[in-house]
């Protein structure tokens, strides 16, 4: 019987072990996609010498999977709840290992990008699928806030992790070996998952709207590669173009949604407080992290003068908040209206980047570690629980596009947050610099690497100043996101 047809009196029904081993395998591809965002970080230099790669390969060697990834994610999740989840798992699976021996045997530039961008795609099959069949698995509420909250810790770290394993295959083996270690993993999901998982679909009436897919693809497609690029380069009419093209074609791919009887992405669903708040606060949380994490790896690296090995494995530890955090503000939850307790979350983050707003050279790390546990600890907790919320507010036959929609929006918030504080950041850093300074040193801190020490010195000192504005920035947004978690979602189920 589905969701839907149950009386509102009968009790869910409970998962039992089958239910929570295939969780476990539902991990394996999520920890691994979230991992190739930020998988090649150290392994760039080794490429540049094997394969030469111009600038432009370079960017797009590193870019390429991120933007097809962001780009598919709403089609394919919208896909998945007309095919069948479990066969779109077990397709991206698949795709996903034979993309990773075409990335790791390439033999040229244009070969890896295209790996990449295949590796893109697979993701984009994988992502939404695990989130949409947690709904399926687990009907009841308290079960489920469980295990999205295991989900939304999986993929957190899976992106931390992405350089820390790339770092240790790299001493010991060549650059392909980081896309070689996905095949075990996919090859246990595909054959674990016929087995422990049923499938899972929508009603599956109507015809497919490609056009609509394509109109959601030619429209975030545009928008995060247009912010990404005015966060790194200032303003550039193409970039600034790229944005305007996307938000109308977006604008057309909503308008078009509303009148379809069998839509991509339901509209109504945006309307729901409980769904489109959810969103929302999202959105600002990974504004949030995603925009302050480029200044805390930059400080770990170029202010402390630690290795990449070392900054990747000291920013592993504010996540040990997370993993106490998480878990009880799930059960909180239980008992207080969830609004509070993640309105709570926000605050809690709020206060640590308002810790580390007061860093200076003089602070020693473990302060500035202990501050990134408290801001990730109540963020990844607020988080958790708006995405048990929201995937909790869609009806079943919709979970696969309403999960794609959630990561979108994600990947949206980080793309906003990289370009909102990095203003921010690069404005404070500009104002403090001397003057006297050679006009490089002036911009950013990698432009002083080859001045003299007292300006290098200088642009260290006056980079953590534009850090502690980043904080500041950071802090805002989380409570802001607190404000509408209280606003919105209040008395929400």
């Given at each position: 019987?589905?969701?839907?047809?149950?009386?509102?009196?009968?009790p869910a029904a409970r998962a039992?072990?089958?239910?929570?081993?295939?969780?476990?395998?539902?991990?394996?591809?999520?920890?691994?996609?979230?991992?190739?965002?930020?998988?090649?970080?150290?392994?760039?230099?080794?490429?540049?010498?094997?394969?030469?790669?111009?600038?432009?390969?370079?960017?797009?060697?590193?870019?390429?999977?991120?933007?097809?990834?962001?780009?598919?994610?709403?089609?394919?999740?919208?896909?998945?709840?007309?095919?069948?989840?479990?066969?779109?798992?077990?397709?991206?699976?698949?795709?996903?290992?034979?993309?990773?021996?075409?990335?790791?045997?390439?033999?040229?530039?244009?070969?890896?990008?295209?790996?990449?961008?295949l590796l893109g795609i697979a993701?984009?099959?994988?992502?939404?699928?695990?989130?949409?069949?947690?709904?399926?698995?687990?009907?009841?509420?308290?079960?489920?806030?469980?295990?999205?909250?295991?989900?939304?810790?999986?993929?957190?770290?899976?992106?931390?992790?992405?350089?820390?394993?790339?770092?240790?295959?790299?001493?010991?083996?060549?650059?392909?070996?980081?896309?070689?270690?996905?095949?075990?993993?996919?090859?246990?999901?595909?054959?674990?998952?016929?087995?422990?998982?049923?499938?899972?679909?929508?009603?599956?009436?109507?015809?497919?709207?490609?056009?609509?897919?394509?109109?959601?693809?030619?429209?975030?497609?545009?928008?995060?590669?247009?912010?990404?690029?005015?966060?790194?380069?200032?303003?550039?009419?193409?970039?600034?173009?790229?944005?305007?093209?996307?938000?109308?074609?977006?604008?057309?791919?909503?308008?078009?949604?509303?009148?379809?009887?069998?839509?991509?992405?339901?509209?109504?669903?945006?309307?729901?407080?409980?769904?489109?708040?959810?969103?929302?606060?999202?959105?600002?949380?990974?504004?949030?992290?995603?925009?302050?994490?480029?200044?805390?790896?930059?400080?770990?690296?170029?202010?402390?003068?630690?290795?990449?090995?070392?900054?990747?494995?000291?920013?592993?530890?504010?996540?040990?908040?997370?993993?106490?955090?998480?878990?009880?503000?799930?059960?909180?939850?239980?008992?207080?209206?969830?609004?509070?307790?993640?309105?709570?979350?926000?605050?809690?983050?709020?206060?640590?980047?308002?810790?580390?707003?007061?860093?200076?050279?003089?602070?020693?790390?473990?302060?500035?570690?202990?501050?990134?546990?408290?801001?990730?600890?109540?963020?990844?907790?607020?988080?958790?629980?708006?995405?048990?919320?929201?995937?909790?507010?869609?009806?079943?036959?919709?979970?696969?596009?309403?999960?794609?929609?959630?990561?979108?929006?994600?990947?949206?918030?980080?793309?906003?947050?990289?370009?909102?504080?990095?203003?921010?950041?690069?404005?404070?850093?500009?104002?403090?610099?001397?003057?006297?300074?050679?006009?490089?040193?002036?911009?950013?801190?990698?432009?002083?690497?080859?001045a003299a020490p007292d300006v290098?010195?200088?642009?260290?000192?006056?980079?953590?100043?534009?850090?502690?504005?980043?904080?500041?920035?950071?802090?805002?947004?989380?409570?802001?996101?607190?404000?509408?978690?209280?606003?919105?979602?209040?008395?929400?189920?």
């Amino acid at each position: 019987m589905s969701l839907t047809a149950r009386p509102r009196t009968a009790p869910a029904a409970r998962a039992g072990r089958r239910e929570w081993t295939a969780l476990g395998v539902l991990m394996l591809p999520l920890l691994l996609v979230s991992m190739d965002v930020s998988v090649l970080y150290f392994a760039i230099p080794s490429i540049a010498a094997d394969l030469r790669p111009g600038a432009t390969q370079q960017l797009w060697i590193l870019d390429m999977y991120g933007f097809v990834l962001a780009g598919l994610l709403v089609t394919m999740g919208a896909l998945g709840d007309r095919v069948g989840r479990r066969r779109l798992l077990l397709s991206g699976a698949a795709l996903f290992g034979a993309a990773s021996v075409a990335a790791a045997y390439a033999h040229s530039a244009g070969a890896l990008i295209g790996a990449r961008a295949l590796l893109g795609i697979a993701g984009a099959c994988l992502m939404p699928s695990t989130l949409a069949l947690i709904r399926t698995l687990f009907q009841d509420p308290a079960q489920r806030a469980k295990a999205v909250t295991l989900w939304t810790t999986v993929m957190a770290s899976g992106i931390s992790l992405g350089p820390v394993v790339s770092g240790v295959l790299l001493e010991h083996f060549w650059w392909g070996s980081v896309f070689l270690v996905n095949l075990p993993a996919m090859l246990l999901l595909s054959v674990l998952a016929p087995v422990l998982l049923a499938e899972s679909k929508g009603a599956g009436d109507g015809r497919f709207d490609v056009l609509g897919g394509l109109l959601s693809l030619g429209a975030l497609l545009p928008v995060i590669y247009g912010v990404k690029e005015l966060a790194g380069g200032g303003w550039d009419p193409v970039a600034g173009a790229g944005v305007v093209v996307g938000v109308l074609l977006g604008v057309v791919f909503v308008r078009r949604q509303a009148r379809l009887d069998h839509p991509v992405v339901d509209p109504r669903l945006f309307r729901t407080p409980a769904y489109g708040g959810s969103l929302l606060v999202n959105l600002l949380a990974m504004a949030a992290t995603v925009g302050f994490a480029v200044f805390l790896t930059q400080y770990l690296q170029s202010v402390l003068g630690q290795s990449p090995l070392e900054a990747a494995l000291w920013s592993l530890v504010p996540t040990s908040g997370v993993m106490v955090a998480a878990p009880l503000a799930a059960a909180l939850a239980r008992r207080v209206d969830r609004a509070y307790v993640m309105g709570g979350g926000f605050l809690v983050s709020a206060a640590g980047f308002g810790w580390l707003a007061t860093v200076d050279r003089a602070t020693p790390l473990w302060v500035v570690l202990a501050g990134g546990a408290v801001y990730a600890a109540g963020l990844v907790s607020a988080m958790t629980l708006a995405n048990e919320l929201a995937l909790g507010a869609t009806p079943p036959e919709r979970a696969g596009a309403a999960a794609a929609v959630l990561e979108s929006g994600s990947e949206l918030g980080g793309a906003l947050g990289m370009a909102v504080l990095g203003s921010v950041g690069a404005a404070v850093y500009t104002a403090a610099m001397p003057s006297s300074a050679p006009a490089a040193a002036r911009e950013t801190l990698g432009g002083a690497s080859g001045a003299a020490p007292d300006v290098v010195d200088a642009a260290r000192g006056v980079f953590v100043e534009a850090m502690s504005g980043a904080a500041v920035g950071a802090s805002g947004l989380m409570v802001l996101a607190a404000g509408v978690a209280l606003a919105l979602l209040r008395r929400r189920t």
